[in-house]
Nanobody, 121 residues
């Protein structure tokens, strides 16, 4: 069993900041890429940011320069610092981890339960 516990969502005014956290636990040998996705009402889920085990990060164009993804491998935790938030950032944010159960196992995907981020204008 793998568990992902997300926290940090909420309501903030435009221009404000929030920090999301996602802690992984369970039968995990190695966590590879960790990422944050979001899904706004009526829209498809999209990748916001991801980070490899070697801390190489990538971002969706609309959040570049405003969001920062980081991870603490010792704590199996990924963070998303969101600054200069805009109303269009409003969505449910989901944590995703790609992990292996052993050296030779395939890579598995696991999703968090989602946390609501609402940015008011």
């Amino acid at each position: 069993q793998v568990q992902l516990v997300e926290s940090g969502g909420g309501l903030v005014q435009a221009g404000g900041s929030l920090r999301l956290s996602c802690a992984a636990s369970g039968i995990i040998f190695r966590i590879n890429t960790m990422g944050w996705y979001r899904q706004a009402p009526g829209k498809q889920r999209e990748l916001v940011a991801s980070i490899t085990s070697r801390h190489s990060a990538s971002y969706e164009d609309s959040v570049k320069g405003r969001f920062t993804i980081s991870r603490d491998n010792a704590k199996s935790t990924v963070y998303l610092q969101m600054n200069s938030l805009k109303p269009e950032d409003t969505a449910v944010y989901y944590c995703n981890v790609k992990y292996q159960r052993s050296t030779w196992s395939p890579e598995y995907d696991y999703w968090g339960q989602g946390t609501q981020v609402t940015v008011s204008s």
